[in-house]
């Protein structure tokens, strides 16, 4: 068997004693993982982590798509879970400017095509809207 070289690694520690707070190293960083309910809420669970990298994988897509045509300014992105059915991420793109129809439809098709959105999508439906001062453009 050949073994592949990762996209992305993490190993997990739990200490004896620790309740359910996970240790993980995530390349040269570390994080607390914890469940709120178990412990004292000593990091994000694993559910958030996956929220979490669903959003900044957005973001980052967001300034890489909307810079081809200048600094784009603020891009704030955020992720919700609803457990459903169906089980759904909602992501809500904020945008500290206006974008016309076409190109919030251009960006909306960009973050489709995240590396993050291609791995979720076969378990769960992905919803994007896109919108700017509380206006939503797509």
Request: net charge negative.
């Amino acid at each position: 068997m050949t073994m592949q070289v990762p996209m992305a690694s993490a190993d997990a520690r739990l200490a004896a004693g620790a309740g359910r707070a996970v240790d993980v190293r995530l390349g040269p960083h570390a994080v607390t993982v914890d469940h709120a309910e178990s412990g004292d809420g000593a990091g994000p669970s694993p559910l958030e982590l996956m929220t979490g990298a669903l959003a900044a994988c957005s973001a980052m897509s967001a300034r890489s798509h909307l810079e081809r045509d200048g600094e784009p300014g603020d891009i704030e992105v955020t992720v919700t879970l609803d457990a459903g059915p169906p089980t759904l991420l909602y992501r809500r793109v904020l945008l500290g400017f206006r974008l016309d129809a076409a190109e919030a439809h251009r960006l909306a098709d960009a973050l489709e095509r995240t590396e993050v959105t291609m791995m979720l999508r076969p378990a769960f439906s992905i919803r994007t809207q896109i919108e700017h001062a509380g206006e939503p453009l797509l």
